[in-house]
């Protein structure tokens, strides 16, 4: 009797032992991938040099431009090359603004002028044909817009001179707290007369580089030209202004809004061995600015996604579920490629377990930020081990990116956005200073062995 009791604990700790080595070295084999990956994307990724040749022969690539279909055409090109299962293209109608001559902006004080670093922003109307020239209202706010009323601005130029918010760590909120004057400044101003808007850059930087973006127009205000200046050029039309309230600020832009253009998201995907219907997206979006090479925003970001299941491919690794990356078109002003993707994902019916974006620059990688149920949170934080020091620190309620929003509007897809050190990304952020040359190879590489490790995670465990 005992003897027999004494045998059956044996057994039943022999199992436990079992169970919990097979457990760890489950473990172990997961670690073991993972730091392959980091190990090969560090010491043979190809990110930064496919990085390179786009920002060399694709610099800029703003909705209906020759730019972005070149860039269409390459990024499918490189799937196909890589022989990615299969790789498609998605129709989508864009909006197409162009820029124009270089614009201008000249304060005129006695017999004195000086020019001012500008840009147009995005959608913006084109001052008349032989500029435009009025007194200035510095601002920092709407709600001081209505406060001085129509009085103190119908027929001047209102300068929206709010510094970027710089008390937060994460960037991203400094921009958030300050953005507004960029996008629906314009049209606050023009519902009180005003003939055009200048805005401070939206930058943390402290040099001259005007960073533009796009602005919306509201319904119920006229349209009116309106530009960035660089942060060191609104200070100085700030200090001028305090010396000589009367003076004239002198814009000339001549960009235009042309009727919408045929343009596409680019899709590659290497197919599931077990469930090929349900999906695990990565992407980025395709469509830049016009201003330098769109390197950080977001060239980075489509060649992190590329790079992440190409990296799977050069592994041999074999997914479970089909791994798609996504080019998206137009997420600058009009955001129409990720609506477009969200409408077909819904039409044809798509089963995907998540959407990933990288959208946020090519530097140290940080964290994983998930917008979805608490019990996909828990089981993303439980995988925080498998990062190596150094990289993805936390794993964390986020927000997901522009591009996927509409798919987890849509069908309820959860979303994840790639965190990376954001303490740069502002600082050349749509301006004439995000360019191949503030990259750093091991940063953006980093990047591409995080997003590739998750992928496999979500691949292994699912959500
Ligand atoms: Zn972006």
């Known amino acids: 009797m005992i003897f027999s009791r004494i045998i059956k604990i044996f057994l039943i700790a022999l199992l436990i032992f079992i169970a919990s080595s097979t457990v760890a070295q ?34 800029k690539r703003l909705s209906g431009s020759d730019g972005a279909a070149g860039a269409i055409e390459w990024t499918k090109k490189l799937m196909q090359e890589y022989e990615f299962d299969r790789v498609f293209l998605q129709d989508v109608m864009v909006p197409h603004w162009e820029r124009g001559e270089k614009e201008v902006a000249t304060i005129h004080y006695g017999d004195g002028k000086i020019d001012l670093s500008v840009l147009a922003l995005g959608r913006s109307i084109a001052t008349p044909s032989n500029g435009i020239s009025a007194e200035v209202v510095e601002v920092k706010s709407h709600d001081e817009v209505t406060e001085l009323g129509r009085e103190n601005i119908e027929g001047k130029i209102v300068f929206y001179n709010r510094p ?23 049209s606050q101003a023009a519902r009180f007369g005003a003939v055009a808007v200048v805005i401070r850059s939206v930058s943390t930087g402290d040099d001259d580089h005007p960073h533009t973006g796009t ?12 530009a960035a200046l660089g942060v060191h050029s609104a200070e100085k039309l700030s200090t001028l202004l305090q010396k ?15 009727p919408d253009a045929q343009s596409y998201n680019v899709v590659g995907e290497i197919k599931g061995s077990t469930n090929p219907d349900k999906i695990i997206m990565v992407g980025g979006h395709l469509d830049a600015w016009d201003t330098g090479h769109g390197a950080h925003d977001d060239g980075a970001g489509i060649m992190h996604s590329i790079s992440a299941l190409r990296t799977m491919q050069v592994l041999g ?28 994902a819904v039409q044809n019916k798509e089963n995907h377990i998540i959407a990933i ?24 934080q439980s995988w925080l081990t498998y990062f190596p020091d150094n990289t993805i620190s936390a794993l964390k309620k986020g927000y997901g990116g522009a591009d996927i929003n509409p798919l987890n509007k849509a069908d309820g897809t959860p979303t994840v956005g790639f965190i990376p050190d954001s303490q740069r990304y502002f600082d050349v952020h749509h301006s004439p200073a995000d360019v191949f040359a503030t990259v750093n190879r091991r940063e953006l590489e980093l990047g591409t062995a995080s997003l590739a490790a998750f992928i496999y995670l979500v691949d292994q465990f699912g959500l």
Do not use: W
Request: glycine share 8%; with cysteine.
């Open 26 to 59: 489950e473990k172990d084999n997961h670690s073991t991938f993972i730091n392959t990956i980091y190990k090969t994307t560090l010491a043979k990724g190809a990110t930064y040099e496919l990085l390179r040749e786009l920002c060399e022969k694709y610099p």
């Open 164 to 186: 970027f918010s710089q008390e937060f760590v994460n960037t991203f909120r400094g921009y958030v707290a300050t953005v507004n004057q960029r996008s629906s400044g314009p």
């Open 215 to 226: 602005l919306s127009y509201a319904n119920d205000a006229p349209q009116i030209p309106a």
């Open 244 to 258: 000589n309230p009367k003076l004239e600020l002198f814009l000339k832009f001549n960009c235009q809004n042309l």
């Open 317 to 344: 690794y074999k997914p479970k579920n089909t791994l798609r990356v996504v080019m998206f078109i137009n997420e600058e002003n009009g955001l129409r490629g990720g609506k477009k993707y969200a409408e077909l």
């Open 357 to 380: 974006e990288s959208d946020a620059g090519g530097f140290t990688p940080r964290a994983f930020g998930i917008k979805g149920a608490d019990s996909s949170l828990t089981k993303l």
